[in-house]
């Protein structure tokens, strides 16, 4: 069964103060690994997709990486806005097409 | 122009009742689904349909019916509601390739149930 495990589960950091979210993951041949952004009581909001160990995105303050056990969201100079939940989820190459979500972190960037 | 929408944003109910929830996509996509997220913020699938064609069906209770009359409409009907059954129901929808096929969801609907 694919698992996902992020850490840390929330995070606080000062404006403009750097760091790194962790997801772990174990699946049966990766499909994709997806970041997505929540804000409080709106929907999943699409950031990433990486496909293989190597691969790098950036958007604005933020970059994804993925190795073969481990994605990191990298925040750059995090401002408030970037204050949300950032959830990580996989999907297999065997099976059907569900996304197995981890319980996300929740990231608040104080002025 | 929006992309994946739900109504009704929130559902008040008592327990017995069976209530539905609609979901409707503008992007193309030809898969749709629902996932439920619980108080601890953890998503999980719940079904998934393809060209009207149910694609998964996770283990959930039968009280629980998706319909997809079309391409881009996915409803949730739920029987006989129970207090568990509270919860945030959000819809996402994709394109079926050999991709990695990226989901994007509604907006969710908040189904309280007294």
């Known amino acids: 069964e694919d698992q996902v495990t992020q850490s840390p589960e929330a995070l606080r950091l000062q404006e403009g103060e750097s760091s790194s979210l962790n997801c772990s993951y174990t699946?049966?041949?990766?499909?994709?690994l997806f970041w997505y952004r929540q804000d409080p009581g709106k929907g999943p909001e699409f950031l990433f997709t990486?496909?293989?160990a190597g691969e790098e995105k950036e958007k604005e303050r933020l970059k994804a990486t993925l190795t073969k056990k481990e994605s990191f969201l990298h925040i750059t100079a995090p401002k408030p806005e970037d204050s949300a939940t950032y959830l990580c989820?996989?999907?297999?190459?065997?099976?059907?097409?569900?996304?197995?979500f981890g319980t996300g972190t929740r990231l608040t960037i104080i002025p | 122009d929006t992309a994946v929408s739900q109504t009704p944003k929130y559902l008040v109910t008592q327990m017995g009742n069976d209530k539905s929830i609609k979901c409707e996509q503008n992007l193309g996509h030809d898969t749709m689904y629902w996932y439920k997220q619980d108080s601890k913020k953890f998503l999980k699938i719940m079904f998934s349909y393809n060209n009207k064609e149910l694609i998964i069906n996770e283990t959930v209770p039968n009280r629980f019916s998706p319909k997809s009359p079309d391409k881009a409409h996915l409803n949730l009907h739920i029987n006989s509601l129970e207090l568990g059954d509270s919860a945030v129901y959000f819809c996402?929808?994709?394109?079926?390739?050999?991709?990695?096929?990226?989901?994007?969801f509604g907006p969710g609907t908040r189904l309280t149930v007294l």
């Open positions: 996402a929808s994709s394109h079926l390739s050999g991709g990695a096929n990226t989901q994007y």
């Open positions: 990486l496909y293989s």
């Open positions: 989820a996989v999907r297999s190459n065997f099976g059907n097409e569900k996304l197995t």
């Open positions: 699946v049966s041949g990766l499909r994709g």
